[in-house]
């Protein structure tokens, strides 16, 4: 078992910044694969980025790319999301998620269905 703490949601104007982190307790965090979702009221959880257990390429969502910084470090047992010119279409629940490793991984980090582990969420508030 795995379990993930989102932190640093908020309130935020449009076109500033903010860092969201998840923190890990549990088994060895470098042994998952994790990733950041966001889920709007009535809407499905929306796949924001992802970065597999054997490290390598980190994976964005199209609406995020180029404004969302995905790291992780396994030592802190951390993952934080560096989020910059903040939409207020990025409004939402921030969640964290972890997954086993797999082989189907990088074929599915994008669908919710690929993880197995998920935080509580953290609110994102973009004002216009």
């Known amino acids: 078992q795995v379990q993930l703490v989102e932190s640093g949601g908020g309130l935020v104007q449009a076109g500033n910044s903010l860092r969201l982190s998840c923190t890990a307790s549990g088994r060895p965090f470098s042994s998952f694969s994790l990733s950041w979702f966001r889920q709007t009221l009535g809407k499905e959880r929306e796949f924001v980025a992802a970065i597999a257990w054997s490290g390598g390429n980190i994976y964005y969502g199209d609406v995020v790319k180029g404004r969302f910084t995905m790291s992780r470090d396994n030592a802190k047992n951390t993952v934080d999301l560096q989020m910059n010119d903040l939409k207020p279409e990025d409004t939402a629940v921030y969640y964290c998620?972890?997954?086993?490793?797999?082989?189907?991984?990088?074929?599915?980090?994008?669908?919710?269905?690929?993880?197995?582990?998920w935080g509580q969420g953290t609110r994102v508030t973009v004002s216009s």
């Open positions: 998620a972890a997954a086993h490793p797999s082989p189907s991984y990088l074929r599915n980090y994008y669908d919710t269905g690929a993880y197995d582990f």
